[in-house]
């Protein structure tokens, strides 16, 4: 399985700031052929961004998008907007928009619905609080995200899918799970892919992880088995920190 190593830079950037973090990505990121990179940039950047990333390993995401086709829905963007843009990812669900925006469970599954019909590559994010990781909750809650999310996904679209696991209280504060901690939240939602689609449907199924990835953690988080990949905050907005991360060394 190839890895994907994704950068969400989140509401950073305007379209200049964007062109040059790509620019000199580009520069740091020449010849690689066994990771898949991803960009998620604001929608302002989008179009603009992916001319410059033509002729490099660099893929975009959306951030996010609204699952209805067009019409009245004033602040939105489809998914054929997003394709039309130069996307083919999308992120589905992040924690701060099922926070500061109220996204349900249902929600985040209409999109991963509506995402794999119009041929946009969901990037499905799932985590835990820190409350409920203190209540040994965490697969219960990430096992019940991830299965609401996967409603009336079919096993031939699954390979499509990505998940990201990202532990809320890991986002933006500088304290990653650890390795371990990682991999058993990795493991888990794992087995319940199988027991959902068989081992045969989901064997390309990515499973990447992310709070706080930065170039000194990451080796060890891809040393572990069920760690396909990271979702990349803050340190994706440092060319030279996100370029480190994509080539990371497992150890
Ligand atoms: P940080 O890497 O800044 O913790 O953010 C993680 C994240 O939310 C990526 O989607």
């Given at each position: 399985?190839?890895?994907?190593?994704?950068?969400n830079w989140k509401m950073?950037?305007?379209?200049?700031?964007?062109?040059?973090?790509?620019?000199?990505?580009?520069?740091?990121?020449?010849?690689?052929?066994?990771?898949?990179?991803?960009?998620a940039p604001p929608f302002?950047?989008i179009?603009?961004?992916?001319?410059?990333?033509?002729?490099?390993?660099?893929?975009?995401a959306g951030q996010n998008f609204?699952?209805?086709?067009?019409?009245?829905?004033?602040?939105?963007?489809?998914?054929?907007?997003l394709?039309?843009?130069?996307?083919?990812?999308v992120i589905i669900?992040h924690?701060e928009r099922?926070?500061?925006?109220?996204?349900?469970?249902?929600?985040?599954?209409?999109?991963?619905?509506?995402?794999?019909?119009?041929?946009?590559?969901?990037i499905?994010?799932?985590?835990?609080?820190?409350?409920?990781?203190?209540?040994?909750?965490?697969?219960?809650?990430?096992?019940?995200?991830?299965?609401?999310?996967?409603?009336?996904?079919?096993?031939?679209?699954?390979?499509?899918?990505?998940?990201?696991?990202?532990?809320?209280?890991?986002?933006?504060?500088?304290?990653?799970?650890?390795?371990?901690?990682?991999?058993?939240?990795?493991?888990?939602?794992?087995?319940?892919?199988?027991?959902?689609?068989?081992?045969?449907?989901?064997?390309?199924?990515?499973?990447?992880?992310?709070?706080?990835?930065?170039?000194?953690?990451?080796?060890?988080?891809?040393?572990?088995?069920?760690?396909?990949?990271?979702?990349?905050?803050?340190?994706?907005?440092?060319?030279?920190?996100?370029?480190?991360?994509?080539?990371?060394?497992?150890?």
């Open positions: 399985m190839t890895p994907l190593i994704a950068g950073n950037t305007t379209v200049h700031q964007g062109a040059e973090l790509v620019i000199r990505l580009r520069e740091l990121l020449k010849g690689i052929d066994t990771v898949d990179v991803v960009l302002t950047s179009h603009h961004l992916s001319h410059l990333v033509a002729d490099s390993p660099i893929k975009l609204f699952w209805e086709k067009s019409g009245a829905y004033t602040g939105e963007v489809s998914a054929e907007m394709l039309s843009a130069g996307c083919q990812y669900g924690s099922r926070t500061h925006f109220k996204e349900s469970d249902e929600e985040v599954n209409r999109k991963t619905l509506a995402a794999l019909k119009s041929g946009l590559r969901p499905i994010c799932v985590g835990e609080s820190l409350e409920e990781r203190e209540r040994g909750k965490t697969v219960k809650r990430v096992s019940s995200q991830l299965q609401n999310a996967l409603s009336g996904v079919a096993g031939s679209a699954i390979r499509e899918v990505t998940v990201a696991y990202e532990p809320v209280w890991a986002i933006g504060t500088g304290r990653n799970a650890t390795p371990e901690q990682a991999e058993e939240v990795h493991n888990s939602l794992r087995d319940l892919l199988y027991e959902m689609y068989g081992p045969d449907a989901v064997k390309d199924v990515r499973i990447i992880y992310g709070g706080s990835v930065k170039p000194d953690n990451i080796d060890s988080l891809m040393a572990q088995p069920n760690i396909d990949g990271a979702l990349v905050g803050g340190a994706s907005l440092k060319a030279e920190d996100f370029a480190r991360i994509v080539k990371f060394q497992p150890m």
